[in-house]
């Protein structure tokens, strides 16, 4: 479907309404796509559809933001070349929390693999966790262009990390993409809800954000590696770097802030 650029007219009303019209042009476009959006993107269900609700609380750029969010799945899949223009993404992990510089990040596992017996039983467990705090405080990582130099690099070190411990063959920039491959056939990792165990792989629940009819709009989600008691190892968007944290350091009292772990995907036990 095209659009046509209405001639630009002097009088503000007239130009409010032709950019209406298109707006609603746009929302019927996107609504008729709906089975589209819904298989290729990753936004929970309820959300597909939130172009079609609300439509006339909406002033023209909060409209445009919407249908911008509901086509490219909530800012999940933006095309680089739109990335400056929908949003400056960011995957939400600098929220304040418990960070550990690289000495009190390889300290604490260290301890924490010396006396915990199910990673003791692991080799697999055992080289996730060594791999992952080899990569804390590493500044010159190759970011590839859908990371945008690291700010959307948290599944890039979560897969560098899984590659480097033999569980992949390759890296990959998409949170859905690595957990696809962990509960693959190949990986056989499967998932759970805690309590987590050093050499888990973490997913944070996705960035939130309220939207002028009162909804939440969900963007972008965030992954890393457990590496101790209350310990993860994750990509740093503000830092564009890995560093080790606490498993809760995203949580929060806003509700619209607050980031807790989703789930947790474990290694086969006895490997």
Avoid at 14 to 22: K, P, Y
Avoid at 42 to 57: A, L
Avoid at 108 to 123: H, I, M, T, W
Avoid at 218 to 235: K, P, Q, R
Wanted: glycine share 8%; net charge positive; hydrophobic share 30%.
């Amino acid at each position: 479907m095209t659009y046509e650029h209405p001639e630009v007219s002097r009088e503000p009303a007239e130009r409010r309404e032709r950019t209406s019209d298109m707006m609603d042009q746009m929302r019927d476009h996107a609504v008729a796509q709906a089975e589209t959006v819904k298989r290729d993107n990753t936004v929970p269900e309820q959300d597909v559809s939130t172009v079609s609700r609300d439509w006339d609380k909406l002033n023209n750029f909060e409209k445009i933001a919407l249908l911008l969010a509901t086509i490219l799945g909530g800012g999940q899949d933006v095309p680089q070349e739109l990335q400056g223009f929908f949003l400056e993404v960011e995957d939400g992990s600098d929220a304040e929390g418990n960070v550990f510089d690289k000495k009190e990040a390889k300290k604490a596992a260290r301890e924490y693999l010396r006396d915990s017996p199910e990673v003791q039983g692991s080799k697999l467990r055992q080289k996730v966790v060594k791999k992952a705090l080899r990569i804390v405080g590493k500044s010159n990582i190759n970011w590839p262009p859908q990371t945008k130099g690291g700010v959307l690099g948290c599944a890039y070190v979560a897969s560098l990390i899984l590659v480097d411990a033999g569980v992949f063959k390759s890296p990959s920039c998409s949170i859905t993409e690595v957990v696809a491959r962990l509960q693959s056939r190949e990986c056989g990792w499967r998932k759970h809800y805690g309590p987590p165990k050093p050499g888990d792989v973490a997913v944070w629940e996705r960035t939130k954000r309220k939207q002028a009819d009162g909804m939440v709009a969900l963007g972008h989600g965030h992954i890393g590696i457990v590496t101790g008691n209350n310990l993860a190892v994750s990509n740093s968007s503000g830092k564009r770097m890995p560093r080790q944290h606490s498993l809760n350091y995203m949580e929060s009292k806003d509700p619209i802030k607050d980031r807790k772990v989703e789930y947790y995907l474990s290694p086969s036990e006895g490997v």
